[in-house]
């Protein structure tokens, strides 16, 4: 039985570096490729975009979630902002097959566009899928007590209690209110909280001072919760990448 999944979350900054100058695309999927987690949760996915597309050489010809995923992986892709350029959202990258997936409208105002992307993945061996869930939540706090309070709702009806879960992403909860709302409603853990103490700092990659990236679990012990920082991470977005691996059972 496979016990123990690599499992990472990542805001990609839509594959440009953290002021915009360079694509950085191809050296994330290296980055990730050489990390090899099994799950992977992508923030700020570049799903199309006309003028960056003729503005950058080797621009993909594919969506940035189809690229990082390559020949290895399943995929699912949440398109969120949607504008006359182009379109960006939330990813899923998995070893394990994508059974089914949906993307549940969170949006709160026209200036942030916000989904909760769900999968379920088929993992050889468990008796239960494991229940994905990618997000971004917006900037300011009562937003985000509002869109904590959706994705409860949402997840309650669409995973059951005894399910393995597991909830990653961009939550931009400097107030750290996340862990309290989501502990108590869904019986969840923060992985990098539960080993060390606090959540990771993440944001600015190249200084981390707040803690805006999570990664939420419910059904499995934690054995490592790393933020990456440093090379190659510190020049490919602005937020850090987290890092945990889980066991079942």
Known sequence: MERRIKVASYNIHKGLSPL?????????????????????????????????????????????????????????????????????????????????????????????????????????????????????????ARDRRKQLAAMVEQIQDEVPRNAPLVIAGDFNDWRREATRILGSELHVIEAFETMHGSPARSFPVRLPVLSLDRIYVRGFGIEVADVLGGQPWSHLSDHAPLYTVLRRG
């Open 20 to 140: 915009n100058r360079r694509l950085v695309v191809h050296d994330v999927r290296h980055a990730l490729h050489n990390l090899a987690p099994d799950v992977v949760f992508l923030q700020e996915v570049q799903g199309e975009h006309s003028t960056r597309a003729r503005k950058f050489n080797y621009w993909p010809t594919t969506p940035q979630h189809e690229y990082l995923a390559g020949d290895d992986l399943s995929f699912a892709y949440g398109r969120n902002a949607i504008h006359r350029l182009g379109h960006h959202g939330n990813a899923v990258l998995s070893r394990f097959p994508i059974s089914r997936w949906g993307n549940h409208d969170i949006t709160l105002n026209r200036f942030e566009k916000r989904g909760l992307l769900h999968c379920v993945l088929e993992i050889p061996s468990w008796n239960v899928p494991l229940h994905a869930f990618c997000v971004h939540l917006n900037l300011l």
